[in-house]
């Protein structure tokens, strides 16, 4: 019998002291032989943190969270969701968020393959005002080639 090659995600943790992240992994080998030739979206989060955002409508400061991620599948990403958890200094739950931290249209070039992204200051998920979170975990959810955008 064959060994068989399945395109299953696998879970890989990165620990910081103040941020956790969680990401989707596909196995390199995936992408390179066993899939047939298919596409395979994969992202690595390798980066996140949480950054003072002043609120142009009261002007109080917030929070939000800047995530960085790297394209580790065979073809461009055009959307990432992602599960945003924030915690207290104690590690307790504060809040916990569903949340696209990329997305772009079907006729844009997306982000190719090895290649790294960086959500642009200003434009991170924003946590409430009252949430005061010392730290997040980002757990992507989906990568996908298409938005149907």
């Known amino acids: 019998m064959a060994d068989r090659i399945t395109c299953e995600p696998a879970h ?3 620990r910081h002291p103040n941020i956790v992240i969680t990401a989707l992994l596909v196995a390199t080998i995936a992408g ?10 994969s992202v690595s989060v390798t980066g996140a943190e949480l950054a003072p955002y ?4 009261n002007g109080k400061q917030w929070q939000e969270v800047i995530t960085t ?9 055009r959307v990432v969701d992602a599960n945003i958890v924030a915690r207290n200094r104690n590690g307790d739950l504060l809040d916990s968020f569903n949340y696209t931290i990329y997305a772009g249209f079907d006729d ?3 982000v190719a393959p090895g290649e790294t ?4 200051s200003g434009s991170g998920f924003k946590l ?7 730290s997040v975990e980002v757990t992507v ?9």
């Open 141 to 149: 959810t989906s990568s996908l080639e298409h938005s149907g955008m």
């Open 12 to 14: 890989s943790v990165l």
């Open 108 to 110: 844009d070039a997306g």
């Open 69 to 77: 991620w790297t394209n580790t599948g065979n073809a461009p990403v």
């Open 32 to 41: 390179l032989s066993g899939c047939g030739g298919q596409s395979v979206t």
């Open 54 to 57: 002043k609120n142009a409508a």
């Open 128 to 134: 409430p005002d009252d949430t005061h979170a010392s």
């Open 117 to 120: 992204y960086t959500t642009p």
